[in-house]
């Protein structure tokens, strides 16, 4: 089946009909902090931020508040999806995977994840075993207009281990 990028502006708050099922994490912020939520469970949490980056193994969604009130939200499906009353979409060409090494490591005796040039523990799931983490993340690229170009995105997939002997 061939991906699918879908995109649409509301106002005032997000649609009430997101698939969030479809999701097992979200990275929330607001203009002081920034969280990492388990999905579906904290979806009414994800929900109040006015940015965010929910994604799964099959799906991810993007959603940002704009100065004009409206939030702007991306949704991809490798399934060929749209979410309802999205008006702009396209195929998308699948490409490889790859990963983001993220910054820290696990503490042995704590089980917590630091990194010297941060004063606190990072927030990384706990479920995840291993002593460095990286979000798999998924490539695509999109050809559209006329003249034609390509441009190349990725979306997140999930936390799992480092690969690589990082």
């Not at 203009?31 to 931020?49: F, M, N, V």
């Not at 940002?64 to 309802?84: F, K, Q």
């Not at 396209?90 to 820290?104: E, S, T, V, Y």
Request: glycine letters at 10%; hydrophobic letters at 35%; aromatic letters at 10%.
């Amino acid at each position: 089946m061939t991906a699918r990028i879908s995109s649409r502006q509301v106002a005032g708050e997000l649609p009430k009909n997101l698939p969030w099922d479809e999701f097992q994490q979200a990275i929330v912020e607001s203009a002081s902090q920034i969280r990492l939520l388990t999905l579906p469970q904290d979806k009414g949490e994800a929900a109040r931020y006015e940015r965010g980056h929910a994604f799964g193994e099959l799906a991810e969604m993007r959603w940002t508040l704009r100065a004009n009130g409206r939030y702007h939200v991306v949704y991809i499906s490798d399934r060929g999806g749209c979410l309802p009353d999205f008006t702009d979409e396209a195929d998308l060409k699948a490409g490889d995977d790859g990963q983001i090494i993220l910054w820290g490591e696990r503490d042995a005796e704590t089980y917590e994840f630091f990194d010297g040039r941060i004063p606190e523990p990072l927030p990384y799931p706990d479920r995840v075993p291993g002593k460095r983490l990286a979000v798999r993340v998924r490539h695509y690229s999109l050809t559209e207009g006329k003249p034609e170009r390509t441009v190349f995105l990725f979306r997140c997939v999930t936390i799992a281990v480092a690969e690589g002997g990082v």
